[in-house]
């Protein structure tokens, strides 16, 4: 719940980010503590839930996510940067909405 409600979360700010870009709010998109967080949250539960492909799949797209919103402090992304984020998680999210959970 905590990861689809922060990949949501980030949809909609980068979204917003995007349509009215300024340096101030995008810098808010530099989380990479929290997505490694999330990660070490993943990477805790059973070796049979992480070898769903849903999960796999998410795992795999985080890394990528942290890569992105670890810029360095002091600067903003710029607005290509930003719209980077917003694929990243909107590939995300369409994953999670389209894929049934593992049971």
Known sequence: MTLGGWIRGT???????????DERSAKVLRQP???RFMQSKIDAI???????????????QLGEIQKLVSFPPGRAPTVDEV?????????????????????
């Open 83 to 103: 719209r980077k984020v917003n694929e990243a998680v909107d590939k995300v999210m369409t994953e999670i909405e389209s894929k049934e959970l593992p049971k």
């Open 46 to 60: 059973s070796p049979e839930l992480r070898g769903e492909p849903l999960v796999k799949d998410v795992s795999e």
């Open 11 to 21: 949809q909609v700010v980068t979204g917003a980010i995007m349509q009215d870009y």
């Open 33 to 35: 503590a929290l997505v």
